[in-house]
């Protein structure tokens, strides 16, 4: 059975640091794209930093020089790395799998069922 589970989220003051993680079972790590979303009550999701197969590394331009995207393979487990954080930062943040077979719906569509999709993490960012 294919899970992902996303931990360390937490409340910081703005300017802090917070990690987030997630971690993968049932499937290859390297078969997949690894992504981190977050979605802001009222907002629509966002995509924030994504690990590609092929190595490759994306950030929305509102995190980059901020945010790191990192993998254990070992521990199958993928990394977020959050510095300087701002109030508008603040969501839950969803770790999702794509490219395996198969997916459970997605917090931001639940119609969007090609990933598989962690139960989310809360960052709140204080002023």
Avoid: H
């Avoid at 910081?12 to 917070?18: C, M, R, T």
């Avoid at 992504?35 to 092929?54: I, L, M």
């Avoid at 839950?92 to 999709?117: F, N």
């Amino acid at each position: 059975e294919v899970q992902v589970v996303e931990s360390g989220g937490g409340s910081v003051q703005a300017g802090g640091s917070l990690r987030v993680s997630c971690t993968a079972s049932g499937f290859t790590f390297d078969d997949s794209d690894m992504g981190w979303y977050r979605q802001a009550p009222g907002n629509e999701c966002e995509a924030v930093s994504s690990r590609y197969r092929d190595g490759k590394t994306y950030y929305a331009d509102s995190v980059k020089g901020r945010f790191t995207i990192s993998q254990d393979n070992a521990k199958n487990t993928v990394y977020l790395q959050m510095n300087s954080l701002k109030p508008e930062d603040t969501a839950v943040y969803y770790c999702a799998a794509t490219g395996l077979y198969g997916g459970t719906p997605s917090p931001c569509d639940p119609t969007d069922t090609k990933s598989y999709w962690g139960q989310g993490t809360q960052v709140t960012v204080s002023s």
